[in-house]
């Protein structure tokens, strides 16, 4: 079992969408990493929590490390948010980062 | 605003050959990171260098070395490469190690034929 496990793997939804991407994980974390990669291949940083809640525009994320899960939201999605999200954990005692394998957000105008 | 450079961005090479990709960022970043990215797998991190003069292994360093050859620059080497090599390779830095925000290049397509 990964570490790091996100869902859906694929979301495809209307333009307007309240959207909603998750992430568990199942070693304790220092931090959490929310990140995007357009379709071009580049990849962005977007938040870095390690409790609580960040916002960012319309992105929100949040984290609850007792339940060891994060979201990331989206409100009123846009076509230009079709990208891959992935999330990404920093263990304790640990470095380096460990990721998840991604999802797929398209928005439909 | 040039951020984090590779080169090149798309190589083909015959199983056996050898290449060097390279990697420089003018943030004056600490730490530089080498991934690669396969379908249906997350980002595996191949080498990573936490400061100038220091390189440690990651996820996957077999078949591949890495050069700190200064602050900036960070740089792969596959030395026979092989199909299974074949990936995205990309190219990362922060300020230090450890759970700060990464700053990617743009990457590397690599086919071993």
């Known amino acids: 079992k990964n570490e790091v496990e996100q869902s859906p793997q694929n979301l495809t939804a209307q333009e307007g969408e309240f959207i909603t991407i998750n992430c568990s994980y199942s070693v304790g974390i220092s931090a959490l990493h929310w990140l995007q990669q357009h379709p071009g291949g580049g990849i962005v940083s977007l938040f870095m929590l390690s409790s609580g809640k960040k916002k960012h525009g319309r992105l929100i994320a949040t984290i609850n490390i007792q339940e060891k899960h994060s979201s990331l939201h989206i409100t009123a999605s846009h076509p230009r948010d079709s990208a891959v999200y992935i999330c990404?954990?920093?263990?304790?005692?640990?470095?380096?980062?460990?990721f998840g394998t991604g999802t797929r957000l398209t928005i439909i105008p | 605003n040039a951020g984090v450079t590779q080169t090149p961005k798309f190589q083909v090479l015959k199983t056996g050959q050898s290449m060097t990709l390279q990697c420089a960022q003018d943030m004056n970043h600490n730490s530089m990171y080498w991934y690669r990215q396969d379908p249906g797998m997350g980002l595996r991190l191949i080498y990573y260098?936490?400061?100038?003069?220091?390189?440690d292994k990651g996820e996957v360093p077999n078949g591949y070395n890495v050069s700190r050859l200064n602050k900036r620059e960070f740089s792969l080497r596959l030395e026979s490469a092989a199909p299974s090599q074949t990936s995205v390779y990309f190219c990362?830095?922060?300020?230090?190690?450890?759970?700060?925000?990464?700053?990617f290049g743009d990457g590397t397509r690599l086919s071993i034929l």
């Open positions: 990362a830095s922060s300020v230090l190690q450890g759970g700060q925000p990464q700053h």
């Open positions: 990404a954990v920093r263990r304790f005692g640990n470095e380096k980062l460990t």
């Open positions: 260098s936490a400061s100038e003069g220091t390189t």
